[in-house]
């Protein structure tokens, strides 16, 4: 368990910052921005869950929960024997989001058009949380052509991502659907 006694510690006052290995980098190192970026994401998500439907709220917490898994794994750098075992992503993590995509993709109507962001407030926020959770993918996957990173991590990304457009997609047919683009509309 966590435990938070003092929140400013001054270590990183010049520009450096601890790993959960106990290694220190520059705060603009690729595994600080790919976590980093997680975090917004979860931060995004909580914005997106004040606004969503009972059901898919709760499926927010649970992501929620697992992106603090995700910026766990990323923050412990991989090591052949480590002193205590890391917390990693797990392929049931995964699964889930497949899980829950395809529940409510199944009660969806197909699509004719790409979707424009936007339809009721939450899907909304839902569609900003995909686009950061786009942005974590690709830092992920930039870490990962630089260093190992577990796999499941990125495949959970690119999961969620998927599920918040979804989601999305979910809370507008409940309303007045999704607002479709219509190439060259405005020529």
Known sequence: MVKLTNIYTRTGDAGNTGL???????????RVTAYGTVDEANAVVGIAR??????IAADLFR???????????????????????????????????EQRIDALNGEL?????????????????????????????????????????NPAALQYMNRLSDYLFVAARSVNAAAEGDV???PGKNR
């Open 63 to 97: 992501v929620q929960n697992d992106l603090f898994d995700v910026g766990a794994d990323l923050c412990t750098p991989e090591q052949e024997e480590p002193a205590f075992p890391p917390l990693r992503v797990t392929e049931p993590q995964v699964h889930w989001l």
């Open 180 to 182: 479709l683009w219509v």
């Open 109 to 149: 109507p197909k699509l004719t058009s790409f979707v424009l962001p936007g339809g009721t407030p939450g899907a909304a926020h839902l569609h900003h949380a995909r686009t950061v959770a786009r942005r974590a993918e690709r830092d992920i996957a930039a870490l990962a052509d630089e260093e190992t990173v």
């Open 20 to 30: 959960g290995d106990g290694s220190r980098v520059p705060k603009y190192d690729a």
């Open 50 to 55: 004040l606004h969503a439907p009972s059901a």
